[in-house]
């Protein structure tokens, strides 16, 4: 194929536009072609591609080439050119990523006219925002500038290189100030940047500037040092977020010193919002402190505190304690709001019902009934009664979509050629692009055409909470079904978990590095592999969908084994490992009922995780006319 290619490229070049002007008799012809013109671009042959371009004019990706051809001169281009460029092709979303590439290449060349002529106003992203302020400073407006300078200096982190010339010249101009270094070194302090502190204490040329960032230098070292700070120092805005800033990094290093810390804090240095602040930094840190003096010190905080996810975390021990009637007392101290959510109007009725008082427990419970909620279910099983939410259809009219053909054809034809990544890309531009009636059509639309992640995407997009039926598709169910059944795992659990982890991607990868459709770990894979002797070569395996399911359902399949087949610590364990679903059993210590554990799980991510797959599983169910069963009775009568 490779030699085939190359002779069709060598013929490109001697024959005439005349003698290739015939268009491709078949599809499978012009994506041949469409590939050949990919090549010739890799080699920057603009001109070439262009003389077989009628061949595939009528092809839906051409104009993909088309775009890679513009930015071989692009920087030899007119801000019209490029303007004119981008309005042509405004329903394509590569439009969009013409404009940085083009911003780049005038700063490249110091074009800062044009540049200004281009971007006249503020853009997004650091690195563009310093070129813009570079680019008025160069074409003459240095107030303007040096303004943004300043804004862009102040930064606990490095800032983007392209601001070099702004920062050397503002530098010059003597309109950066002691001040401007000092309040960066505050940031850079907070940040816990010490590099960046160093780097900048040696700007400084006063004594005092000097002296000042050495106070600061040894706060960061010495956090302890606080207390003789705050009697020596006098109390001012920056003194003060000094001061703040090493009391919460001495929480954070060793929080049971706080009360005694904060005793010796100068009386009246702070203000009595920041000593709350400082004293909810450390309440958090204290939460399954065991000791009864620092156990008194955080809830006396905390009662003092306004901050609702401190006083939810404190409700939260409550009900991991069984402790009913601080349930009561901590959720009182909720906003009105908050208190009348389905959460904690739930854990209401459950304090409610253990403290006796049963009507009342009886009457919550019932408001909860009806609702697409964790908590609706929940408060059906407490009542034992059968659980139901509101579901919506929608019927596909392919009508509503005609002005959207083209892209969709495109998105079509990328699937078609595995080019899935940029089939994403579309599909979420088209999504951006169209009403919310037309999303909710569009998600129709791929669901007709079993486009899995991109009907979950469009359900989101669409605010469709209550389709079901397409925010659940069953995707990819044959290995589903074949490696459920060859571990003894329930299908819809996998199902459930996948559409979890990924929105049913099959090129997901996350920031930490998780990839596929059960979003599994390299490490997590290569053990799993070894230690159930399961082929597996690299962790670009775990693109595929074959082998990203039989290596996610035996890692599952081992955690449900290690956890007595209990889903409630299979997931969270997939979620957050086994070491965290250790401490969380440890601290519990068999005294919770199902809810009560799940409820008192700290991570909010794993927390949420659990929950939404319990759920997950219930819509699935319901998809598939499965009998609903929320808990097995082994879960329901397990104490956690």
Known sequence: MKRLRAARLALYSLLSVCALSSVAATLDEQRELYDDAQALLDMRQVERYQSMRSQIASYPLTPYVDYRSFLV??????????????SDHNTFPFSTRIRPTYLDALAKRQRWQDWLTFQPTLPNGERYQCQFYVAKLKTGETDNAYSGARTLWQSGSSVNEACDPL??????????????????????????????????AKQLETSKGKQQAQTMLELNKKPQSVTTFTQQQASNEFTQQQAVISLQKLARADVAQMPSILDKIKSGFLSQLQLQDVKDYSAFRLMNTTDNDLLRWRDNAIMASSNEKLIERRVRLAIGQADWQGVLD??????????????????????????????????????LLGERNFYSVAAAVALNRDYQYPTTTVTLDKAVLTPYNEALIRIEELIKRDKIAAAKSEWR????????????????????????????????AGKMWDNTTLRFPSAHKWWFNFYAQRHELDVVTLLSLARQESALDVDARSPVGARGIMQIMPATAKHTARKYKISYKNSDELYLVQKNIEIGSQYLKSLMEQYDNNRIYSLAAYNAGPGRVRQWRERSNNQLDVFAFIESIPFYETRGYVQNI???????????????????????????
């Open 73 to 86: 001169d692009l920087a030899e281009r007119t801000p019209g050119e490029v303007k004119q460029f981008v």
């Open 167 to 200: 920062f050397n010249a503002w530098a010059d101009s003597g309109q950066r100030t002691e001040q401007d270094i000092l309040q960066r070194m505050l940031l850079a302090f907070e940040a816990r940047n010490g590099s960046l502190m160093s780097y900048l």
């Open 330 to 367: 901590w959720s009182s101290k909720l906003t009105a709001d908050n208190q009348s959510s389905l959460r904690w109007t739930y854990w209401q009725a459950r304090a409610n019902k253990a403290l006796g008082k049963n009507q009342q427990a009886q009457s919550q419970l019932e408001s």
């Open 429 to 460: 531009y088209l999504l951006n692009r169209v009403s919310q009636s037309e999303k909710e059509m569009l998600a129709a639309y791929a669901g007709s055409k079993r486009w899995h992640h991109l009907t979950v995407t469009a359900t989101i």
């Open 614 to 640: 319990l759920m997950f599983e219930t819509y699935y169910r319901g998809n598939m006319g499965k009998p609903n069963a929320f808990l097995t009775q082994q879960e329901l009568n397990a104490r956690y």
